[in-house]
């Protein structure tokens, strides 16, 4: 059997093991310490948001942007349908009602337009939406400009689904940087890995002091373990943000590598579209870039001579190589059907035909050879 060429694996860099090894040598094996603050320190200075809380998980850390919001049993969140179960889940956490946007075709994120729609609909309800939560799907960020606008219309924050985008940009502006609250995931297949983990990001000093004070389980000052607030241990291990630290480090290594990838494949499928084949592309506008943590294609057979994703990703994995479908929106998850949808379908048809390919920033050129003959197999 050849060797498994996975989705997105992860990469160090060299110096994780060193932060790590200073972690154990100065004894600072616990949920905080000098590599927890200067790994935020880290991610402050790359994305340009003034204040960070590094912590257990990206789930976390959009769990204490609601708590800080104060989203409680019956408010309405509005929500990216199209994106990974994490986005949503929090919502449900504090027993609110999460409402879902379709995508658009432009970035395959939330759509400003039924955004508002949304909004209005729901403020027709007497329902004022407490939050809304845009995505950058695979790296692409969302329509910031225009999404920031209908939330400023309306006075809603924002909080800002990062998680698999440190490393893009709108206009220079970095994505973690454009919420009230943005999020950051440094799990295991994201474009930089802790192994798991994830922030809290705001220009608001005071909403992150209080994010680590509930992060580390609401301990109020007191010669004594005195609360008056229900805490989580939700704080980032001095150990892992340690890797974090080497990560960062590389960060544009890896953003740079993922582009590349990005682009072999743009130009194999340049070539394979002049032969009568439709296949397409995340787009990434004018002024946009995309740190390309995955590169997805879609793939109607309609449109390509019967060629479907399932035999792509059947083709693969013939030969060891790992592809997955992508998000199945949320809007179409059972343990969702049931909440409100805004839409016209955008990504239901993404997702239906759509295939996240290889991408991981270590892959080598016997690799690409290997993908690009299974390619060559299907689109003779
Ligand atoms: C990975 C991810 C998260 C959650 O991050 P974890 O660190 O795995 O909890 C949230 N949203 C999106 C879009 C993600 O891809």
């Not at 340009?48 to 257990?56: P, T, V, Y």
């Not at 959009?62 to 989203?71: E, F, G, M, Q, Y």
């Not at 790992?322 to 059907?337: A, D, I, N, S, T």
């Not at 949808?341 to 892959?363: A, M």
Request: hydrophobic share 40%; aromatic share 10%; charged share 20%.
């Amino acid at each position: 059997m050849k060797s498994k060429i996975w989705l997105s694996s992860p990469h160090m860099g060299g110096s994780e093991k060193t932060f790590v090894q200073e972690a154990f040598d100065t004894n600072w094996i616990a949920p905080l310490g000098p590599h927890v603050n200067g790994f935020e320190s880290d991610i402050q200075h790359y994305t340009g948001a003034r204040h960070a809380a590094a912590l257990s998980s990206g789930t976390a850390a959009i769990h204490l942007a609601l708590i800080l919001l104060d989203v409680k049993a019956g408010d309405v969140v509005i929500c990216q349908s199209m994106t990974f179960t994490a986005s949503a889940n929090p919502i449900i956490y504090q027993a609110a009602t999460p409402v879902f946007v379709d995508s658009e075709t432009e970035t395959w994120n939330m759509n400003p337009e039924y955004l508002e729609q949304a909004i209005q609909d729901q403020l027709s309800k007497g329902k004022k939406p407490k939050a809304i939560i845009p995505v950058h799907l695979y790296g692409m960020p969302a329509q910031m400009d225009q999404i920031l606008t209908v939330a400023g219309k309306y006075d809603i924050p924002v909080i800002e689904d990062a998680a698999e985008a440190i490393g893009s940009r709108i206009n220079g502006k970095s994505c973690g940087s454009f919420g009230k609250f943005s999020i950051l995931s440094f799990n295991g297949n994201k474009i930089i890995t802790t192994s798991g983990g994830g922030a809290l990001l705001s220009d608001d000093g005071d909403y992150i002091r209080q994010a680590r004070f509930l992060s580390t389980q609401a301990r109020d000052r007191a010669p004594h373990y005195e609360h008056t607030q229900i805490g989580y241990n939700y704080r980032m291990s001095n150990v892992l943000a340690g890797i974090g630290r080497g990560q960062m480090e590389v960060l544009d290594e890896r953003v740079a590598a993922r582009r590349r990838n990005f682009e072999r494949y743009a130009f194999y499928f340049e070539k394979v579209n002049l032969n009568g084949y439709h296949i397409g592309f995340q787009p990434e506008p004018a002024g946009y870039h995309s740190n390309r943590w995955l590169t997805a294609i879609t793939v109607d057979p309609a449109t390509n001579k019967g060629i479907t994703r399932e035999a792509l990703l059947r083709a693969f994995e013939l030969e060891n190589i790992e592809c997955r479908l992508l998000w199945k929106p949320m809007h179409l998850q059972p343990v969702f059907q049931d909440y409100p949808f805004y839409g016209n379908g955008i990504s239901g048809y993404i997702f239906d035909t759509g295939l996240c390919l290889p991408s991981g920033s270590n892959l080598t050129d016997d690799d690409f050879d290997r993908i690009f003959s299974v390619l060559d197999s299907v689109f003779r």
